[in-house]
C-alpha cells in the first residue's frame, strides 16, 4: 500500500553495525507497528505506537529500538545488528478498530 | 495457548474452482477478523474484514464466515484466478483493537492452470 512507505527496501549490513529502518505513513492513522517475518512463516510484532506519546513492545522486542518522531514517522533501530535478525520487516498502520495496513517491506541481511 | 492457526499448510486448486481457506483461533474475547494476501516479496494485503456481531461477510469474489461456537474462520475465493497464488494469514484482534494484531502462520494457495 503506497499510503505506508518503508525506507530502504532491501539493506545489507554487517553484524555489530547500527542500522535505522524507517516508516512513514499518509493514512493519518495514529497508530503504528513493526512487524518481523521470517521466511516462511507469519508475522510477528516487535513494537507498536498508538499515539506520538506510546510506545509497547511486542513479542520480539530483544535487541530493537524504536522512535515515534511524529505522528507519520515510526522508526527502527537495530543498535547492533546480528544475523539471526536477518528478516523481512512491515511496518503497518491502523486506526481504532479498523484494519491494518502495511508497507511493502524491508529485506535486511545481516552478514 | 492462545494462537489463531490455520487448518491447512497449502492449498492448490483448478483455476475457476473455488477456494476455501480455514482458520481456527481460540481467544473468545477476539471481537475482530482479518483476511490479509500476500504475494512473493510484497506486504500483507487487506482483502476483508468481519467483525464478532457478524457471520457473514462478502466482498469482490471472496466471503468470510465466521462460527464463533467453534472459534473457526474461512475464506472463500469463487472463480479462483491465477492471481490469486499468494500467502493468505488470518489475524485477530482483542478488545476492540486495544491490543495488536495476532496473525496465523498463513495457507499457500497455488492455483493451477
Known amino acids: 500500500d503506497a499510503d505506508v512507505t518503508q525506507t530502504p527496501r532491501n539493506r545489507i549490513t554487517k553484524t555489530g553495525k547500527r542500522i535505522m529502518l524507517e516508516c512513514s505513513q499518509t493514512?493519518?492513522?495514529?497508530?503504528m507497528y513493526w512487524y518481523r517475518q521470517d521466511p516462511g512463516l507469519g508475522l510477528q510484532l516487535i513494537y507498536y505506537?498508538?499515539?506520538?506519546?506510546?510506545?509497547n513492545k511486542g513479542e520480539i522486542s530483544d535487541g530493537y529500538s524504536v522512535s515515534r518522531q511524529a505522528q507519520a514517522k515510526f522508526s527502527l533501530s537495530l543498535e547492533s545488528a546480528i544475523p539471526n535478525q536477518t528478516a523481512l520487516y512491515f511496518c503497518?498502520?491502523?486506526?481504532?478498530?479498523?484494519?491494518?495496513?502495511f508497507g511493502q517491506g524491508t529485506r535486511l541481511t545481516v552478514v | 495457548g492462545e494462537s489463531v492457526g490455520l487448518h491447512l499448510p497449502t492449498l492448490s486448486v483448478q483455476e475457476g474452482d473455488n477456494s476455501i481457506i480455514n482458520c481456527a483461533y481460540s481467544?473468545?474475547?477476539?471481537?475482530?477478523f482479518i483476511w490479509y494476501k500476500q504475494e512473493s516479496g510484497k506486504g500483507p494485503q487487506f482483502i476483508i474484514d468481519?467483525?464478532?456481531?457478524?457471520d457473514k461477510r462478502q466482498g469482490q469474489r471472496v466471503t468470510v464466515l465466521l462460527n464463533k461456537t467453534v472459534k473457526h474462520l474461512s475464506l472463500q475465493i469463487a472463480a479462483t484466478q491465477p492471481g490469486d497464488s499468494a500467502v493468505y494469514f488470518c489475524?485477530?484482534?482483542?478488545?476492540?483493537?486495544?491490543?495488536?494484531?495476532?496473525f496465523g502462520k498463513g495457507t499457500r494457495l497455488s492455483v493451477i492452470a
Open positions: 505506537s498508538f499515539d506520538v506519546k506510546d510506545i
Open positions: 468481519i467483525r464478532s456481531n457478524m
Open positions: 503497518a498502520t491502523s486506526d481504532s478498530g479498523g484494519p491494518w495496513f
Open positions: 489475524a485477530e484482534i482483542r478488545n476492540s483493537g486495544n491490543t495488536p494484531l495476532v
Open positions: 481467544n473468545s474475547a477476539s471481537d475482530y
Open positions: 493514512k493519518g492513522h495514529d497508530r
